[in-house]
């Protein structure tokens, strides 16, 4: 079993914000989303590892509605309803975003897609806008979803946020834990590296777009 980082502030599972950390001392937020909509799915088991091993002023937060996000529609665009409201309002609470994507034929499964796509929009306000972003997932096979997180990170750039450049496939998934607990030490240690990252890219001052020639949330008719 891994041994999430422990902290001398922590009290009742909620872990302090540092000095000079994020303002009105609340911890820095990180909005989870999971590319599977199985309940039981490696990724989800992923994802709820990377919240016991958040670091220290570090709260991951899972959002778990994807499956009723409806197609993006651009004629629903000023109305999508409330699941997308909901979704709209965490990304704009959240400092930093964190994607868990398996792979579904070389690409993320459609309903994360999809989520990014409302997330882009409405143009010149997309709630992740300037938002840094990380994309993990894991799959049974020793590739670990890469192609998959190639193809969301694109997305992402795309949709205005800032995806960090670094990787996590988590290769032969099944593998790396016992029952829910994620058993692999290197994996933990690379997942906590990737939550570092992300905590101090959201903590940054740095607003510059990651590639000048994408525009944010552009759409082809």
């Given at each position: 079993?891994?041994?999430?980082?422990?902290?001398?502030?922590?009290?009742?599972g909620v872990r302090s914000v540092p000095a000079g950390g994020e303002a009105a001392g609340?911890?820095?937020?990180?909005?989870?989303?999971?590319?599977?909509?199985?309940?039981?799915?490696?990724?989800?088991?992923?994802?709820?590892?990377?919240?016991?091993?958040?670091?220290?002023?570090?709260?991951?937060?899972?959002?778990?509605?994807?499956?009723?996000?409806?197609?993006?529609?651009?004629?629903?665009?000023?109305?999508?309803?409330?699941?997308?409201?909901?979704?709209?309002?965490?990304?704009?609470?959240?400092?930093?975003?964190?994607f868990v994507t398996p792979e579904y034929n070389g690409a993320p499964p459609s309903a994360l897609k999809n989520a990014i796509d409302w997330?882009?929009?409405?143009?010149?306000?997309?709630?992740?806008?300037?938002?840094?972003?990380?994309?993990?997932?894991?799959?049974?096979?020793?590739?670990?979803?890469?192609?998959?997180?190639?193809?969301?990170?694109?997305?992402?750039?795309?949709?205005?946020?800032?995806?960090?450049?670094?990787?996590?496939?988590?290769?032969?998934?099944?593998?790396?834990?016992?029952?829910?607990?994620?058993?692999?030490?290197?994996?933990?240690?690379?997942?906590?590296?990737?939550?570092?990252?992300?905590?101090?890219?959201?903590?940054?001052?740095?607003?510059?777009?990651?590639?000048?020639?994408?525009?944010?949330?552009?759409?082809?008719?």
């Amino acid at each position: 079993m891994i041994v999430p980082p422990t902290d001398s502030s922590t009290v009742e599972g909620v872990r302090s914000v540092p000095a000079g950390g994020e303002a009105a001392g609340r911890p820095l937020r990180i909005l989870t989303l999971v590319g599977s909509l199985r309940r039981n799915s490696w990724n989800r088991r992923l994802a709820l590892a990377a919240k016991s091993l958040a670091p220290p002023g570090v709260e991951v937060v899972l959002w778990e509605r994807l499956a009723e996000l409806p197609h993006y529609n651009e004629e629903l665009e000023h109305a999508p309803g409330p699941a997308v409201e909901e979704l709209r309002a965490e990304a704009r609470r959240a400092d930093a975003l964190l994607f868990v994507t398996p792979e579904y034929n070389g690409a993320p499964p459609s309903a994360l897609k999809n989520a990014i796509d409302w997330l882009s929009r409405p143009a010149g306000a997309a709630p992740i806008a300037g938002k840094p972003a990380a994309v993990t997932g894991g799959s049974v096979s020793s590739f670990g979803a890469l192609w998959a997180q190639q193809v969301a990170r694109r997305a992402l750039m795309i949709a205005g946020a800032r995806p960090l450049e670094r990787e996590l496939p988590v290769g032969k998934i099944d593998q790396r834990f016992s029952g829910e607990e994620l058993a692999d030490e290197a994996t933990a240690q690379a997942l906590r590296e990737l939550l570092r990252e992300l905590a101090e890219a959201a903590r940054s001052d740095d607003t510059e777009p990651v590639a000048a020639h994408t525009a944010p949330g552009r759409r082809e008719a």
